[in-house]
């Protein structure tokens, strides 16, 4: 009888081994095959962009590609969200995977044949709107990866829950949204989502390869106000006055010294920017208050409470030296963005089986931040890095980053995303079978 014991397990084992192979292999051979509708895709969500809370076309495009799949589709969800859901054949743990859907208030300067022309208001402020961060390929990458899996449903071991989420770029005022609200509507249930994988491409990254880390990946995201309120007066007579804006001077320039001088930098990164100053409607008129606006990014919980602090007793000491007062005000916008350390490791020779092992990168963390971060705080998640650089620059032009009126990917690396995705999704299913 013990002779027939590796006979018995050729016979159980190496189908499994065949079929998770095959599966992979006919998974793969799709993406190749929509490449040209995946890159389709882009170029209409990059000529129709909605800013965060608005992309009321967008989820009716992709709501109608997912019914065409015979997905279950749920739309409105924190707004303008759309979630699908795609029950395999075969048992197995429920994967979640999350392509952002928002643009952002940037006029375009590119040269394309899809070259966005949207115009809208924003803050009080005419502007163009503009895919300038990607999004608009995370999209199209996701609904690609829907196509491939629903092709071959009934194979698929396990269940998958597409998550189109508006809002990453940050919600209005006044308003909720994004990952967080998301979440509170309870994405993640109904199927349970037991892991969740999200991506970005990046402009700086060369196509064809992949960028991850264990851990913190991206900050922590927040943002303050400081309004500050003096004396009005007349321009001829600043002693009559308690100007504001030299008070927002004083605040903007000591605000430099708590990341140089307070922040332990060789711990870990962190960054306070004031990205808006307003003030005054006249040359010569003091104005009576004014506002700064920015954010603060930190990669560790005790130096983002300590920026904090310090914020506040900045502007509060320097206000009252002058005569003022402040209001200071710190809204979290995401947490850290924490890549599972089990989940990241356990899916490593995904990524290697995606790009190879030449072409992945142990990459440092970055001072962006994503609300990805989420869905991380309620389950296991992993977040990563497409190349979407070309290996050749065009001549004549230099390539934007991103958030600039001039940011470019190549489209070829909308691939690796779309193979990514299927990679991990199916390894996992298998992993947790």
Known sequence: MKKLYPILFAL???????????????????????????IEWRRHFHENPELSNREYKTGEKIAEHLKDLG??????????????????GKPGPVVGLRADIDALPVTERNDLSFKSE??????GQETGVMHACGHDTHIAIMMGVAEVFSEMKEDIPGTIKFIFQPAEEGVPAG???GAKMMVEEGVLKNPDVEAIFGL??????????IKYKQEGIMAASDRFTINIKGKQA??????????PIAVSAQIINSLQYIVSRNAELTKEAAVVTVGIMK???RFNIIPETAMLEGTIRTLDEGMREMIHEKIRLTAENIAEIAGATVEVEIVENAPLTYNDIDLTNKMVSSFQKTVGEDKLHLMKA???????SYFQNQIPGLYFFIGGRPELEPEGRALGGHHTPDFYIDESGMLTGVKAFINLTLDYMEAEK
Not at 234 to 243: F, K, R
Not at 366 to 372: C, I, L, N, P, S
């Open 12 to 38: 159980v084992i190496i189908p499994a081994i065949s079929y998770t192979q095959d599966l992979h292999k006919i998974a793969l051979e799709k993406a190749e095959d929509i490449e040209e509708k995946v």
């Open 118 to 123: 949207v115009v809208t208001e924003y803050n």
């Open 279 to 281: 003030a005054g409607n």
């Open 366 to 372: 970055v001072t962006g931040a994503e609300d990805f």
């Open 234 to 243: 007349h321009g001829s007579t600043p002693w009559a006055s308690v100007d």
């Open 175 to 177: 308003e909720r949204g």
């Open 71 to 88: 997905l279950e589709v749920e739309t409105g969800v924190a707004h303008t969200g759309v979630v699908a859901v795609l029950k395999g």
């Open 200 to 209: 970005h491409i990046n402009a700086g990254t060369t196509v064809g390869h």
